[in-house]
């Protein structure tokens, strides 16, 4: 079964500050991952996904991830964060068949 | 292109009742899936249609069921309604199944769901 962790339910940085999102996952075959971003009163939207091609996933709004297999990490990061980033993301996961499972998201804030 | 599209987008309901929450996805697409978000548990999947069979179940009761027609718009149903149905009840759409060569699936902006 595959799951996935992220680390801290809030996180705060400072405008201007790294940002850094944790996420963790289990899955017993090669996955693919996802990070979305939802915005206040709004659905979920699709930041970056990983599906086994390079590692270091590039995405909207200046965001990246890393796949590192040995750590079975996809953390979220972007090198300045803007008072516009603040809102909830989710890490998901699936494999081939399967459905795609969310973990129980960050909220980040910005703090001026 | 139209994205996906909820509706109604906000009700209230009272215990006991029953609510139907419709959904129309993004032209093309064949998959529905249905998720249920609560500040405490995130998003939980409940289950997904592809082509007209439910492919998918999450772990809720059998209150919750769905449904799809043969235009790919969805519904979910959750009869006998309990406090803690409350929540953001997500759709999401996508051309092929989850999980099928990295399938992005697309939101809509939810039906925020109120029993009292």
């Known amino acids: 079964a595959q799951s996935v962790t992220q680390l801290g339910s809030h996180v705060s940085v400072s405008e201007g500050a790294l940002v850094l999102l944790r996420c963790n996952y289990s899955s017993s075959v090669p996955p693919y991952l996802f990070w979305y971003v939802q915005y206040p009163n709004q659905g979920l939207q699709l930041l970056l996904k990983?599906?086994?091609?390079?590692?270091l996933v590039k995405g909207i709004n200046g965001f990246e991830a890393e796949f590192k297999k040995s750590e079975t990490s996809f953390h979220l990061t972007k090198p300045s964060a803007h008072m516009s980033d603040a809102a909830e993301y989710f890490c998901a996961v699936t494999n081939r068949d399967d459905k795609i499972i969310f973990g129980k998201g960050t909220r980040l804030h910005i703090l001026p | 292109k139209a994205g996906v599209t909820q509706t109604p987008r906000y009700l209230i309901k009272t215990r006991g009742q029953q609510v139907t929450l419709s959904c129309s996805p993004i032209?093309?697409?064949?998959?529905v899936s249905w998720y249920q978000q609560t500040p405490g548990q995130g998003l939980q999947f409940l289950f997904e249609y592809f082509s007209e069979t439910q492919r998918n179940k999450g772990n809720f009761p059998g209150r919750f069921s769905g449904r799809q027609f043969s235009n790919s718009r969805s519904e979910m149903n959750v009869s006998t309604l309990e406090l803690g149905d409350s929540a953001l009840y997500l759709c999401a759409s996508g051309p092929n199944p989850q999980g099928a060569n990295g399938n992005t699936i697309y939101f809509g902006e939810g039906s925020w769901l109120t029993v009292v």
């Open positions: 990983y599906t086994s091609a390079a590692t």
């Open positions: 032209s093309g697409h064949r998959s």
